[in-house]
């Protein structure tokens, strides 16, 4: 976090990474200096209980990346509130994402 090439307070910082950079440190680390996170998460039975119980009305479409057009095989959910994210920092949010597999190449 000390190597940002700005300062987070002035610049909107967003770290991505996936499960392997879900660890408190790491964490702490970007809300310690403001930087804003989107990580993976490994998905345990005890998770994937929870996806599979996420009533029907929760889902919604997910879009594409240029946020243009809702994408046909995709749908997230937010599951903060059927979580405990007590150990995270505070305002971590958790959404989910499900999707049909794409088609294999021709």
Known sequence: MAQLPVDPTET???ARTDSAGCSHGFLDACS????RFVVGH???AELA????EIPKNRWVSTI???GT???E????AEITDLVDLSAWPEGTRM???REEPHPAPS
């Open 42 to 44: 490994r998905l345990s």
């Open 95 to 97: 959404v989910v994402r």
């Open 49 to 52: 209980a929870t996806v599979l």
């Open 12 to 14: 909107e910082v967003i």
């Open 32 to 35: 310690d200096r403001g930087v």
């Open 69 to 71: 057009d809702e994408r």
């Open 64 to 66: 594409s990346a240029d």
């Open 73 to 76: 095989l995709g749908e997230t």
